[in-house]
Structures are given as C-alpha cells and as structure tokens.
C-alpha cells in the first residue's frame, strides 16, 4: 500500500516538473494566460473581503450605538393600517418619563434632539451634528469622557452652555491642545467646553466621533425649538434594556404603552416607529450578505473568461505536441498518464494565476483599509480557498484538452507534424 503511495506520488511529482518545463518553454504565452486567472481571482477574493469588511463595517457601527437597546422615533410605521389622524408623528418628555417607569428592565432612557451647529475658535471653524441629551445618553450608547467629563443633571436643569466635544472636532479645532475649559462659539453663542469624548472611530464611511454633546434643554432653547411642535416634543428615545432581555418582547411592551398613550384605535397605524439594535443587525447582515454575492456573481465572470483563456491555451498546446504525446505513448505512457500530465499543466497554471491575484488582493486590501479606513479582511481560509478554487478551475477547464489528449491515436500522433 505504501509502495503505491509513493509511486502515484512519484507520478505526480513527475507531472508536475514536466508541466513546469513545458511552461517554461512557452513562457510569455504562460504569463498571459495566467493573467486571465489571476484577475478572476483577485476580483473575487476582493469580493468576498469587501462583503465582509462592509458588514463588519456597519455592525461596528450598530455597536456605537450602543447594544441591547430600542430606537423610537416619531415617524408613523409604514405598516398597514390608516393613518388619517396621524399626519405626523408625535414623542415627548411625558412619553420618555412614562416609559421609564412601566416598562420592566429598563437600563436608561435617553431622549434627544439633534442639529446641525457650526464651531468657531480662534479663526478655526468645523460643522458637526450637535446632540442634545441628558446624562443617560452616556449609558445608553456607550460613550464616555476621555478628558473633562459629560453633561450632568445640573446642566439640563439650568440649560448650561456646556458641550462636550468628539475628538474629530476637538482636533479641528485645538489641534494638540487640551479644550477642556476653553470657549467656543456655537451659532454665535458662548459654551464652555467641558469634556472630550473617548474615540469610538470610523465605521462603514462615517466618523462617530464628529459629533458634540450638549445638554438637551440647551439645544432645545437654543437650536431646535424652531423645528419642534411642541415645547415637549422630542426627534428620538434611546431605550437601553438590561442584558438578557428580550428586545422583541420589550417593543411589543413599547408599542402597547405608546398606542395607549396616543389613543391609537386598532385600525390605525402607529404614530410612531420602534427599531430594535436586534432588528438592525438582522437586517444589515442579509443586505450585505446579498451585497457580498452580487459582488461575488460579477467578479465570477472575470474568472469564467481566465478558466476559458486556460482551456484554449491547452487546446492549443495539445494541437502543437501531438507528435510528443505519441512518441510518450509509444514509449509505454498510458492515456491516463498523458490526462494527468495536461491536467497538472493547467491546474499549475491557475495555481500560478491564483497565488499573483491573492498577492494584489492582498496588497488592494491593505491599500483599502489604511488610506480609505474601509475594512477589507482577508482571513487563511479566504486565501486557501482561493488558491484550492483556482487549482479546480484549472482541473474543471483543463479536462477537456486533457482527455482529447488522452484518446489520440499513437500512430497518427507519431505521423504529426
């Protein structure tokens, strides 16, 4: 059993020095042909990364979110139903306050406004989004102070001109140096700044940290009134819940408390509209996992036209060593050893194409990740799959050459010219 071992091994190893030779001989045709592979390859690979890199991406961006945790909106649901006495969404305070104290595992609560602002020190501007929150914002979506500190009770009860800064801002604005207790004009209005935030990075294009927070009675006063309803209204309720908790059963407990409070009859739509971080996660995942086939499917293509170069490649090596094969069949070699030789060729030669387009999607993801801050993973089983996918794309459009090979006849090859 081990002597067979070792002689198929032998065979192989012998195929595989003749199909270097052979390429050898012909080596810019070779490099041509691998050219085929290699961009099918390359193309898919960066495929598979990018998918991955994007859904990766837009779930680092759910975690800034925050976790567990419920989004409320007021936006009527798109879902079914009439909306005649709801011609707009309504969310306010009292909602907040409501929720707080009848729904069970509840985390924190944190209401918002949000705006756009304009900064301006020292000749230095920047625009950002400006948040008005309350100190439970810091719970809920996981920030915190890097330097100085957040918002406080004090701050939303005397609507302080206080603001916290994201770290993209401060820099825009102090550079290296240390905000903390500098003023800066926002809208032409006086804040003291208080506290930077920790770094939370950029995800899927986004910078989460060009941002500024500030107590939401400030930004209500100051920058929102205009926009709201009312003197209660709110733009958005984030809902932090207890690990362990059950996010579908806690927005049905939500949207049974808030149809109650709106004196929603069964008929009508909700004047509002609860998303969970569960639903976003499941949603984002199928989008980028369709994402990543269409990808996928395209760069395919690419690869089909590299296996089909590779068929006729060997088409035509076969045409131009008609009279070597007869003389190895002559010499004793089996219709099998001469399959095996032209399926080695091919399968070298999209190995060969393969390991060059791994190498550029390497160096393309690289490029990605450090200078357009996209993620591009290329993870082991990425690159052997493509390597092993390569090697069967050159078995699967090397077969045919391979068997027409085998099945000519000794004398007519040998008669060849």
Known sequence: MIGNFTHSLSAWLVNISIAMTALRTNLMRSILTTLGVMIG????????????????????????????????????????????????GRLTMRDARAIEKQIDGITQIAPQLRTNIQLVVAGRNASTIAIGATPGYADVANVAADTGRFISEADVRSAARVVVLGPSVARKLFGGFDPIGETVRINRAPFTIVGVLESKGSSFGNDNDDLAI??????????????????????MLFVGFEDGVSLSRAKRQLTALLRD???????????????????????????????????????????LVGGIGIMNIMLVSVTERTRE?????????????????????????????????????????????????????????????????????????GGYPAIRASRLSPIEALRSE
Not at 48 to 61: F, I, L, T, Y
Request: net charge neutral; proline share 4%.
């Open 214 to 235: 500030m107590p939401i009675s400030t930004t209500r006063q100051r920058f929102a009134g205009d926009s709201l309803a009312g003197p209660d209204d709110l733009q």
């Open 41 to 88: 390859v390359f193309a898919v690979t960066l495929a598979v990364a990018v998918g991955s890199g994007a859904q990766v991406s837009v779930m680092q961006s759910i975690n800034a979110l925050g976790s567990n945790m419920a989004l409320v909106f007021p936006q009527p649901d798109s879902e079914g139903g009439s909306r005649s006495n709801f011609d707009r």
């Open 325 to 397: 094969i007869g003389l190895r069949m002559a010499l004793g070699a089996k219709r099998s050893d001469i399959r095996n030789q032209f399926l080695v060729e091919a399968a070298v030669l999209c190995v060969i194409g393969g390991v060059m387009g791994l190498i550029l999607a390497f160096a393309s993801g690289f490029a990605l990740t450090k200078y357009a801050d996209f993620p591009v993973p290329i993870g082991l089983s990425v690159a052997i799959g493509a390597i092993l996918f390569s090697a069967a794309v050159g078995l699967i459009f």
């Open 261 to 303: 409070r709106n004196r929603v009859r069964d008929n009508e739509i909700n004047p509002f509209t609860i998303r969970t971080t569960e639903e976003f996660m499941k949603e984002t995942g199928q989008v980028t996992s369709i994402f990543q086939i269409v990808l996928v499917a395209i760069a395919s293509i690419s690869l």
